[in-house]
Structures are given as C-alpha cells and as structure tokens.
C-alpha cells in the first residue's frame, strides 16, 4: 500500500512538472523532465522556468523561445543547441557547453555564464547586460549589436569557482573573445579585465566606461580621448 502511494505520489508530482512545463512536443518535454536526455528535441516555447536541467544532455535541441528564466543549466550540453530568443534572465549556466549554439536575440540578462564554453557560439542581438561572464570562453563567436552593458567577472574568492557548492580546481580570470565580432555591441562598463580580444572586431562598439586593465586588445585598436580616463574605473 505504502509502496502503491509512493508511485502515485511521484506520478503526480511528475505530471505537476510537466503541466508547468509546457512545449510543443509534449513527449519529449516528458524525456527532458524524466531523463534529462533529450538530444535534437523540439523545446521550442517550452516553460521550464526554475526547472533544475543540471547536466541534461540537450546537444541540437530546439530551444527557441523557451523560457528558461532562472533555470540551473549547470554543465548542461547546449552544444548547437538552438536558443533563439530565449529567455534565460537569472538562469545559471555555469560550465555550460554552448559550442556552436544560436543565441541570437536571447535574454541572457544576469545570467551566470562562468567557465560556460561558448565558441563559435553565435549572440547576435543577445542581452547580456549584468551577466556573470569571468572564465567564459567566447572565442569566434559572433556578438553583432550584443548588449554587454555591466557584464560582471565574479566568483566566491579570487581563482576558486564553486559549482553545486563544491570548489572547482581551476583559475578563473578574463574572458576569452580571442578573434570574437563585437560589431556594433554595447560594452559600456562591461567588467573585461584581463581579458583575451586578440583579433576581436570592435567596429563601432560603445567601450565607454569599460574596463580592460591586463586585457590584450585587437591589433591597432584605440580607445578615443573621451574613453581613455574611464578604462578601469
């Protein structure tokens, strides 16, 4: 009887889930809830705000639209994955694998991005503003008009990163955007100290304010007389 009402109750508590977490592919919202397994799934639209997705396998999911605010992506492969227009404000992303993803346009505000490997990753249009990017791997990605407006670098203490309240062996400082396109983007007091922007493209981006103490910068860029005395500050 005991064992009877044990399944009923986790039943119930599993379809509570997925009432909530609407999408439009119901069956693979209940693989994604049930298993945490949901490679190349349609997601698109789905509600999983807050939902715990800590290491869920979504490599070529369809994610677009979703709404995923304040959700734990922690180590979650996003590898490909199609983000556009996502809403991720709050979401905790950390060591998350976004290899090759479409993030265009998505609401990335206040997001934890530490340690997230984003290469090649394309956030044309993304709103990044207030995100948490320290260790964050951007190299050849694409930030065209991106809004990196008082991105963060900040962890526990200096060189230790927590994940799930266990500290991660690694030295975390800077943001990689080796080779990156910053076009257009916004990086007004953007937090980019040593930083790595070697060979990024920094064509009309706003870097007032900015700050890139240690930071390489692109071949032959300048900062004009009005951004000179704000670097760093």
């Known amino acids: 009887m005991k064992a009877g009402l044990l399944v009923a109750t986790a039943t119930m508590v599993f379809l509570g889930w997925a009432t ?3 999408a439009e592919n119901p ?4 693989q994604l809830i049930g298993t945490k397994q949901c490679q190349g799934c349609d997601l698109s639209g789905a509600q999983l705000a807050g939902f715990d997705l800590r290491g ?3 490599q070529d999911a ?3 639209g979703a709404n995923l605010r304040g959700a734990n992506l922690n180590e979650a492969n996003l590898v490909r994955a199609n983000l556009e227009g996502a809403k991720l404000p709050d979401a905790s992303l950390i060591a998350a694998k976004l290899h090759g993803a479409n993030i265009t346009g998505a609401n990335l505000t206040r997001a934890n991005l530490m340690m997230a490997r984003m290469v090649i990753a394309n956030l044309e249009g993304a709103n990044l503003s207030g995100a948490n990017l320290v ?3 951007l190299e050849s990605a694409t930030l065209l008009g ?3 407006h008082n991105t963060q670098q900040s962890v526990a203490a200096p060189g230790i990163v927590m994940l799930d309240g266990v500290p991660l062996a690694t030295e975390v400082m800077g943001v990689n955007l080796r ?3 910053l076009t257009d983007a916004n990086l007004t007091r953007a937090n980019l100290n040593w930083s790595d922007l070697t060979g990024a493209k920094l064509d009309n981006a706003d870097v007032t304010h900015a700050q890139l ?3 390489n910068l692109p071949a032959g860029f300048e900062l004009e007389a009005t951004q000179v005395g704000q670097v760093g500050q």
């Open 20 to 22: 909530q977490a609407k």
């Open 27 to 30: 069956a693979h919202l209940f």
């Open 56 to 58: 869920a396998n979504l």
């Open 62 to 64: 369809n994610l677009s």
């Open 135 to 137: 260790g964050a791997d």
């Open 146 to 148: 991106a809004n990196l």
């Open 179 to 181: 080779d990156a396109d």
């Open 213 to 215: 103490q240690g930071s």
